[in-house]
């Protein structure tokens, strides 16, 4: 009997994978029978990804997918698709008095504009095959909640939410779906020498009501689901996975 | 970089303690208005001011705003 979840034939893009939820997300997509192209921005760590891949004919490209040139050369050299995983993101915690233009434009272009854009190409050039599935790693702050510092990161998520709406009533017409994961605190260090300290994130876990911060997995599973045929009639929904964050 | 200058700046953040609280030896941290959102505030004001970029371990291994000052003064170019 074959396996609704399984991803075996699947040829999935997944962005930001030199690292955290994008790296866990590729490598659990491999397990799954996925075929993969990963790309980041880190040569290295994306080839380290590259190697705890399971299976073969994986492929990886090192791309910059917040500038118009990364997202044009990456495509140029894309297959069709069945899937698209964009995870590729970044926070900049600042308090709101303190952005401006040049902030607010490279937290967009990296976590709402690049994303966007390069699922509009892909589209454009028809490369993305009929039921295919769109995954965006939103986040429970802007959709939900938010954070000291993290206004911008929220506009950035928040924005995200928006677009899926319209992109999955649009691209249902194709037969593709589009959902969002919207994951409380992950382990993945994004905060790692930012303005948020260690104690801070120490004093922020004991506020999950399931006593963690999520791990990559955590997601990646998610991930999996929502690229797979068991979610067929999935689309334009934000699934929410924050070890109960939210409900207090 | 003078200290005067940068304890102001420090000042600045914060909307309800009188200035004149503010001294190169203040621990800033018993002032009553200190938070998570001031250390922020303090964070983004040396980026923008000093060009320098603060992590929220730099304030935390920190005691006395000359303590931030001098982290400051280290990491300019």
Request: glycine share 8%; aromatic share 8%.
């Given at each position: 009997m ?5 991803l075996?034939g ?10 955290g ?25 994306l ?5 705890e ?13 917040s500038?118009?040139a ?19 993101g ?7 008095a303190?952005?401006?233009r ?7 272009n990296?976590?709402f504009?690049?994303p ?18 769109i995954v965006?790693?939103s ?9 000291l ?18 992109m ?7 037969q593709i779906?589009?959902n969002s994961?919207?994951?409380?605190m ?9 303005a ?16 963690r911060?999520?791990k ?6 998610a ?10 009639w999935?689309?334009g ?6 070890g109960?964050f939210?409900?207090? | ?10 000042a ?14 203040t621990?800033?941290r ?8 001031t250390?922020?505030?303090?964070i983004?004001?040396v980026?923008?001011e000093?060009?320098v ?18 982290i400051?003064?280290?990491?300019i170019?």
């Amino acid at each position: 009997m074959s396996n609704p979840f399984s991803l075996l034939g699947k040829v999935i893009l997944v962005t930001g994978a030199s690292s955290g939820i994008g790296k866990r997300t590729a490598i659990e997509c491999s397990k799954s029978g996925a075929q993969l192209i990963i790309t980041g921005r880190n040569a290295e760590r994306l080839s380290q990804t590259f190697e705890e891949l399971e299976g073969q004919s994986h492929r990886q490209i090192v791309a910059d997918v917040s500038v118009d040139a990364g997202l044009n050369e990456l495509v140029s050299s894309l297959p069709k698709l069945d899937g698209i995983v964009h995870v590729a993101g970044i926070s900049k915690p600042k308090p709101f008095a303190f952005l401006n233009r040049k902030e607010l434009d490279e937290i967009m272009n990296t976590n709402f504009y690049g994303p966007t854009l390069l699922t509009n190409i892909l589209i454009r050039k028809k490369l993305l095959n009929k039921n295919a599935s769109i995954v965006f790693i939103s986040s429970i702050s802007g959709v939900s909640c938010s954070f000291l510092g993290g206004a911008s990161y929220s506009a950035s998520k928040g924005a995200i939410n928006g677009i899926i709406k319209g992109m999955a009533l649009e691209l249902a017409a194709k037969q593709i779906r589009v959902n969002s994961i919207l994951p409380g605190m992950i382990d993945t260090g994004i905060f790692d020498g930012s303005a948020i300290s260690e104690q801070d994130l120490i004093e922020d876990r004991k506020r999950y009501p399931l006593g963690r911060y999520g791990k990559p997995e955590d997601i990646a599973y998610a991930v999996i689901y929502l690229l797979s045929d068991a979610s067929s009639w999935i689309t334009g929904s934000n699934l929410l996975i924050d070890g109960g964050f939210t409900l207090i | 970089m003078e200290i005067q200058k940068f304890v102001q700046n420090f000042a600045a953040q914060f909307e309800e303690t009188d200035a004149e609280v503010f001294k190169s030896d203040t621990i800033f941290r018993e002032i009553d208005e200190w938070s998570s959102l001031t250390a922020l505030s303090i964070i983004a004001m040396v980026d923008e001011e000093y060009s320098v970029k603060l992590t929220g371990e730099d304030i935390r291994n920190s005691k006395l705003i000359e303590d931030i000052y001098q982290i400051v003064l280290s990491r300019i170019d």
